[in-house]
């Protein structure tokens, strides 16, 4: 007698405890706390945007500064001649970041799935970090300032900075199976959210002495993490002398047929024996898919294109929220970058939450649909945020619930789904690739709408609601296939 669907997954999501060992607790600390990391190292830059701004703009045009004499020297480091034309040049090199950055995702991903993720991951950390460093610290102690160089060490960033989600979300994939996997990953995905509020919390403690110093201490944080991933990270369980996942769908396969008759009414012949066994050696291969094999996979493209919508306005909050509040409302910047916590709080708490619904309804796309809706109305409310300090704390946690929650949930669980699906069950070397493809059509998506944030900052978020039409129409399609 058949036994129903749901029944048949209840002994999956006990194995999801009775399966974990230390080691899975290892891997998913060290992952999570290595992108959160690099997303405090990018953190940086935006709850710092204030300073490095006045820095670049003239005294005479800036009111904060005291007047000092002689004005040629100490105003030599002026790149711009006023405060609007430095606000336009941060946001160009948030625009070549995250051009950088998707084009970065997609050939880690495919390098991700060829060389070890360790060594990838660990390159990629420290690489970064010494980037960071010569960007805003090094240059503001040689007093070396030019825009040309900015810009050239910021596509780098973005390059170094993209070998980091493929390869973590590759290694949780590795190690945590199906069962549970909204779970787990839309509460391990809080480690971008994460790595904010520790971007924030350092730039602010360490502001008053000069935005160099925030980035010297993220930098600092983020190399000794690359050193300890490469040394202590495992990329697969059989590593360790462990299963591998799906090794237990196949001894359970073996359990049936030896609970089989001996002989029965199977006309299978001897020559098919062998060939079955013959394939299954060669199956256990892995053999790393191609970049288009990827995305002609089901809900590869719908996703990418649904993540592209919603990385726009996620990275609106992400890159000029400290910078709208500081201007907006007049509020002192580490008041501000200390207030935009609470936009990542509720993207932590949307994650995990959505994720489990996602578990218990065994379908992620209705969840991302009903929360991308209500995003709408948040997004909304929030442009009408008044200039109350609660009142604007509640309503970007409410928004970074219903906007952050289902872009962890895309960019770690379904990727993850994407990459171990049944279509390539036997070609394990596909969950990096998978995973670059959607975050860096995302970062495609939101690198487009930089410039429309350049016109008015983060007022141009209630307009880019209507977006949202694409990814939840998207999601509700997609919910066929998962």
């Known amino acids: ?38 997303h405090a190292s990018r953190k940086t830059f935006s709850n710092v945007k204030v300073s ?35 606000t336009l040049f941060l946001g160009t090199l948030d625009t070549i970041f995250l051009f950088s950055y998707a084009v970065g995702l997609f050939v880690s991903g495919i390098v991700g799935d060829r060389v070890n993720l360790r060594w990838v ?41 993209s070998t980091g989600w493929p390869c ?18 839309g509460l391990w995905s809080a480690c971008a959210s994460v790595g904010n509020i520790l971007g924030a919390f350092l730039a602010s403690c360490v502001l008053k002495y000069g935005y160099e110093y925030a ?5 600092s944080v983020q190399f000794a993490g690359g050193v300890i991933v490469f040394f202590g990270l495992l990329t697969s369980p059989k590593e360790v002398g462990l299963p591998e996942l799906g090794a237990d769908e196949d001894e359970a396969n073996l359990e ?22 013959q394939a299954t050696d060669n199956d256990n291969q892995p053999k790393a898919i191609g970049f288009f094999q990827a995305c002609c996979l089901p809900g590869v493209v719908l996703y990418s294109l649904a993540y592209a ?54 379908k992620r796309a209705p969840v991302l649909a009903v929360s991308l809706l209500f995003a709408v109305g948040s997004l909304f409310g929030y442009s009408r945020s008044p200039n109350s300090k609660p009142i604007n704390a509640v309503i970007m946690a409410i928004t970074g619930f219903f906007i952050g929650g289902p872009s962890n949930m895309i960019s770690s669980a379904i990727s993850a789904d ?63 296939i998962m």
Not at 6 to 34: E, Y
Not at 126 to 140: K, P, R
Not at 310 to 329: A, D, E, T
Request: glycine letters at 10%; proline letters at 3%; one cysteine or more.
């Open 1 to 38: 007698m058949a036994v129903p669907g749901g029944l048949q997954r209840q002994p999956a999501n006990r194995g999801l405890v009775s399966h974990c060992t230390h080691h899975h607790i290892v891997v998913f600390l060290l992952t999570f706390f290595s992108y959160s990391l690099l």
């Open 52 to 86: 490095i701004s006045n820095q670049w703009t003239p005294s005479c045009l800036n009111s904060t500064a005291p007047e000092l004499r002689p004005y040629e020297l100490w105003n030599s480091s002026h790149l711009f001649e006023s405060a609007e034309e430095a």
């Open 121 to 161: 991951l660990s390159f990629g950390m420290c690489s970064s970090a010494l980037v960071v460093f010569s960007f805003g610290t090094l240059t503001e102690w040689l007093h070396f300032y030019n825009k040309w160089f900015y810009c050239c060490l910021w596509v780098v960033n973005g390059l170094l900075q």
């Open 168 to 185: 973590v979300v590759a290694v949780m994939g590795n190690w945590f199976g199906k069962a549970g996997r909204g779970f787990v990953f």
């Open 215 to 219: 980035f010297l201490v993220t930098a």
């Open 309 to 362: 919508c919603l990385k726009l306005v996620n990275y609106s909050f992400f890159f000029w929220l400290p910078f709208y509040l500081s201007s907006n409302f007049g509020w002192k910047e580490a008041e501000a970058d200390q207030l935009s916590i609470w936009y990542d709080v509720g993207g932590i708490i949307g994650g995990t939450i959505q994720g489990l619904i996602s578990d218990v309804l065994q």
């Open 418 to 480: 994407l990459g171990r699906q049944d279509l390539v069950k036997g070609s394990s070397e596909a969950l990096a690739t998978v995973t670059g493809i959607v975050d860096g059509t995302g970062s495609i998506g939101a690198a487009v709408g930089q410039p429309e944030l350049l016109l008015g900052h983060l007022i141009v978020c209630w307009i880019s609601s209507l977006v949202f039409i694409w990814p939840s129409m998207s999601c509700w399609v997609t919910a066929t």
């Open 256 to 277: 049936e047929d030896a609970n089989r008759p001996l002989m029965g009414n199977d006309d299978v012949d001897d020559d098919d024996q062998n060939y079955s066994i």
